[in-house]
């Protein structure tokens, strides 16, 4: 007979379905433990605590009459009350970026003389601190719109407009351009600055100003006259980012716009330098960086050429020239695709002194001592990867002269000197990050407003674009700084135009209010509309039969 069937195999449990989590792969992580991106703000930040506003408005809330400390309880009648910590509640309002204010000026007229009086307006709103009809304070907020965040003039008009409160495109330019010609003191100190500050970094990124855009093309029809191709002409326009540290740490950053390229900017600023402490530059490897040469003019042909023809070079002393490793980076990275298996030695090496340097920083070790690592840790890597380089540029055929790996191979070996700095010379950074990114502002105006109508409207935008830039790579307030430039710009000179810089405006902020004379005039006299009154011939008195008065040497005020 047939076999009894047996018991049935027993199967293997169902592996648990993991539950999909929705909203992405971040949701349901906590902040904490997520990486951070560069500059120091956790990825996935969530509400902010009132802690994390330090310049909000704060209002007292108080109990009335009846809830004060050891007053009855008003729920249980029994005990008392007792002051306990107080909570705090964040609330947001809103308002135009910039209000206005109408002032009813009273006026007094003499039925004797005929003369007006007028009540003084608030010290904030005089003629001499006003900037076109702008407290200083507004004028700081339209400079920080325009030339911080890229706010066109049009756009912000039309909000305004919205808000019913109009700020027309005219008035905005008039508060930049004389804002721009009360501070030359700022400009001049600052230039000097970053021409003998000990380290430099230098980036270059495309800028537009219109009226340099018409002069081009007008450039590349003579060109075209003369027998010369467009390539002949120098066409970019270059905005160049300098980040100037001195021997005490302090950092400025400049902003130039204009047809000079970085090598030119720093020829310019070679003739200002007065100082023998030495200086380090960092800067990629690019030829135009190497070309310390005056900005050429215009051939006889009318037209600027491409190349700087300018012989020679300028032979700087005491100056270390570095290139960033970043771009060695990027180089190599472009040749990793078709080189899978020859291009990871170089990179997990370059990758291994970036973590180097991450653990010095996290040390807190200063320049010496960072060197010191580095010379330790980072010297072998960096003589393996020259070495490798060197040995397949020499043996392996896959490195053709004009291929994308023998082009990475020879940035290394031809910048050696350059790229190696960072391991002979203290204090040096690995990268020109900090230059590239404050290219940002010079990006972020070109994506919002495209460009600069005139050569002065660039001038103007550099020069607010610099000090924007460092006040906020300083941690400074840059509307208190703005501010506080433009209400006492007619007290910064040449002499004390240190003291009014980003980080040292408190001090002469302070010296300044010590200085100013106290107003105590309670009216103001308005101009006599009446036949002016002849240089020898003194005012009529107030008072019957009395003796003639000289002329008062102060017509404004009495």
């Not at 990050?433 to 407003?449: I, L, V």
């Amino acid at each position: 007979g047939e076999p009894e069937p047996g018991p049935d195999p027993v199967k293997p449990p169902k592996p648990a379905l993991k539950k999909k989590r929705r909203g992405g792969k971040g949701k349901g992580k906590r902040a904490s433990g997520r990486s951070k991106i560069p500059g120091g703000r956790p990825k996935g930040v969530g509400n902010l605590s009132p802690v994390d506003f330090p310049e909000a408005k704060r209002i007292a809330v108080q109990f009335g009459e009846g809830m004060r400390s050891g007053c009855r309880c008003p729920h249980c009648i029994q005990g008392k009350l007792e002051r306990t910590r107080g909570a705090s509640r964040l609330r947001f309002e809103a308002r135009a970026p910039i209000t206005a204010v109408i002032y009813d000026v009273e006026k007094m007229r003499c039925g004797g003389c005929r003369q007006e009086f007028e009540a003084p307006m608030p010290p904030n709103a005089q003629a001499g601190i006003v900037i076109a009809k702008a407290t200083p304070d507004a004028a700081a907020q339209s400079l920080l719109l325009r030339y911080g965040q890229g706010f066109p003039d049009s756009r912000l008009g039309e909000l305004q407009g919205w808000h019913k409160v109009p700020f027309d495109n005219s008035r905005q330019w008039s508060i930049a351009s004389q804002a721009y010609d009360a501070l030359g003191p700022v400009r001049t100190f600052l230039t000097r600055f970053v021409a003998n500050a000990t380290l430099r970094q230098v980036d270059d990124c495309t800028a537009r100003v219109i009226e340099d855009h018409m002069r081009i093309r007008f450039e590349v029809q003579c060109a075209e006259q003369a027998g010369f191709q467009e390539r002949h002409v120098r066409t970019g326009l270059q905005a160049t980012v300098f980040v100037a540290s001195n021997a005490k740490g302090v950092t400025y950053r400049l902003f130039l716009i204009g047809r000079a390229h970085q090598g030119e900017r720093e020829f310019e600023l070679a003739a200002l330098r007065d100082t023998t402490e030495p200086l380090t530059r960092v800067t990629d490897a690019a030829s135009k960086a190497d070309a310390i040469k005056p900005l050429p003019s215009a051939n006889a042909c009318g037209f600027v050429p491409q190349g700087n023809t300018s012989k020679g070079r300028l032979e700087e002393k005491n100056v270390t020239q570095a290139y960033c490793l970043e771009h060695l980076r990027q180089t190599l990275d472009k040749a990793t695709p078709g080189f899978a298996r020859e291009m990871p030695y170089l990179m997990d090496r370059l990758v291994r002194i970036f973590e180097l340097d991450a653990e010095a920083k996290r040390q807190g070790l200063d320049a010496t001592a960072r060197l010191a690592w580095h010379q330790a840790h980072s010297r072998p890597l960096f003589e393996e990867m020259l070495a490798y380089a060197k040995t397949e540029i020499a043996t392996n055929p896959k490195a053709e002269p004009n291929g994308d790996y023998r082009r990475a191979l020879g940035y290394l070996v031809n910048n050696e000197k350059g790229l190696g700095a960072f391991l002979h010379v203290a204090g040096i950074p690995l990268t020109t990050t900090d230059a590239e990114q404050g290219a940002k502002f010079t990006k972020k105006h070109h994506h919002n407003s495209l460009s600069f109508q005139t050569r002065r409207g660039a001038d103007v935008g550099a020069f607010f674009m610099s000090l924007i830039a460092t006040c906020l790579g300083l941690g400074v307030n840059p509307l208190a700084y703005l501010t506080a430039i433009l209400r006492w710009r007619d007290a910064i000179t040449d002499d004390n135009a240190g003291d009014w810089m980003p980080d040292t405006f408190e001090r002469g902020l302070a010296a300044a209010q010590s200085a100013a004379p106290a107003d105590a005039f309670w009216y103001v006299v308005c101009p006599s509309r009446k036949r002016a009154t002849d240089a020898h011939e003194s005012p009529p008195s107030p008072f019957a039969g009395a003796p003639p008065q000289p002329a008062s040497p102060n017509t404004a005020l009495h």
